[in-house]
């Protein structure tokens, strides 16, 4: 079955970087792009980045551009996510998401905490 195991969340001063990293199983990883989702407290769970099958030409949601860069390696069936010049407004859980045969597949998340 398909499996996602999120890790690398974590408390972090404003300015601070994390590395999260979403080890997938279950599925041929190579072949499905990847999506990386927060919620915050209180709020609805939205799309931060994604990442086609061949890593080429991520997006991102706006409030993320220019610091934070999602990546993958098909080797290791990982994809990760690399957040610098952290902002309180980036705490949440963070999640990665496949979608295969009409069907989203979550991991459990891993919490981001950005606070002083």
């Known amino acids: 079955q398909v499996q996602l195991v999120e890790s690398g969340g974590g408390l972090v001063q404003p300015g601070g970087s994390l590395r999260l990293s979403c080890v997938a199983s279950g599925f041929t990883f190579s072949s499905k792009p990847m999506s990386w989702y927060r919620q915050a407290p209180g709020k609805e769970r939205e799309l931060v980045a994604r990442i086609s099958e061949d890593g080429a030409g991520p997006t991102y949601t706006d409030s993320v551009k220019g610091r934070f860069t999602v990546s993958r390696d098909n080797a290791k069936n990982t994809v990760y996510l690399q957040m610098n010049t952290l902002k309180p407004e980036d705490t949440g859980v963070y999640y990665c998401?496949?979608?295969?045969?009409?069907?989203?597949?979550w991991g459990k998340g891993t919490l981001v905490t950005v606070s002083s």
């Open positions: 998401k496949v979608r295969r045969f009409a069907t989203d597949y």
